[in-house]
């Protein structure tokens, strides 16, 4: 009798584990496919940012709430859902910023800041020149080389036209959005790896569970 007094009290115990033991497992794999989908952005993008990668976050599970989250913040989530859904680039204004002669980041990408210094420049307009629409540095005149000889009056009197200033330089090019072909697999990776590592995890955190309710 005293040996069902102690099985039955064993298997009370265990039964209050039993959350915990499943709380312990999800978070577990949580965690893991959390470490993977970063690694498949890294392996996806091109030279994603910092920002990009460490976007993907997730949210463990409790002994009263046995749900785990792996999810990708609200910011990222924007611009990384054409590479997982397909569609077109996502565009921070109204027009895609190709640049052309200007200095990127090392991650390819234009400094946030950047924009804002080039419209303080006296230097720089945006608009069209011909059928480029974009960010323009004007050049400054080339001055005459030394010793040239000024250039004759024409037989009126009136001074010859200046030449022209040379053209402006493009320094950033606006564009339409482009399509974008779905590459991640960001979803299919983590149906995948929750069904293959939540049996193996599960069985681990129960027979602790049996373990430590001796």
């Given at each position: 009798m005293a040996d069902l007094n102690n099985l039955s009290a064993q298997l009370?115990?265990?039964?209050?584990?039993?959350?915990?033991?499943?709380?312990?497992?999800?978070?577990?794999?949580?965690?893991?496919?959390?470490a993977a989908e970063r690694t498949a952005l890294q392996r996806h993008l091109d030279n994603p940012?910092?920002?990009?990668?460490?976007?993907?976050?997730?949210?463990?599970?409790?002994?009263?709430n046995l749900q785990a989250k792996v999810f990708v913040r609200d910011?990222?989530?924007?611009?990384?859902?054409?590479?997982?859904f397909g569609g077109q680039?996502?565009?921070?204004?109204?027009?895609?910023?190709?640049?052309?002669?200007?200095?990127?980041?090392k991650y390819g990408?234009?400094?946030r800041t950047k924009m804002a210094q080039l419209k303080a420049k006296p230097d720089v307009f945006i608009g069209s020149v011909g059928d480029v629409n974009g960010v323009w540095q004007?050049?400054?005149?080339?001055?005459?080389?030394?010793?040239a000889k000024r250039a004759k009056r024409s037989p009126n009197g009136t001074r010859r036209d200046r030449m022209k200033k040379p053209a402006p330089k493009l320094l950033i090019q606006f564009g339409n959005a482009l399509a974008v072909s779905p590459t991640l697999g960001y979803m299919q990776r983590a149906s995948t790896m929750a069904a293959a590592l939540m049996p193996s995890a599960l069985s681990r955190e129960i027979a602790e569970a049996i373990r430590t309710a001796k």
């Open positions: 009370r115990q265990l039964q209050k584990q039993i959350p915990f033991a499943m709380a312990q497992a999800m978070t577990k794999v949580a965690r893991q496919i959390e940012t910092p920002f990009t990668v460490k976007s993907v976050g997730s949210q463990g599970a409790r002994k009263n910011t990222a989530a924007a611009y990384l859902e054409p590479f997982e680039h996502k565009l921070n204004g109204q027009a895609l910023l190709n640049p052309k002669n200007i200095k990127l980041n990408n234009l400094p004007r050049r400054k005149p080339r001055k005459s080389k030394k010793g």
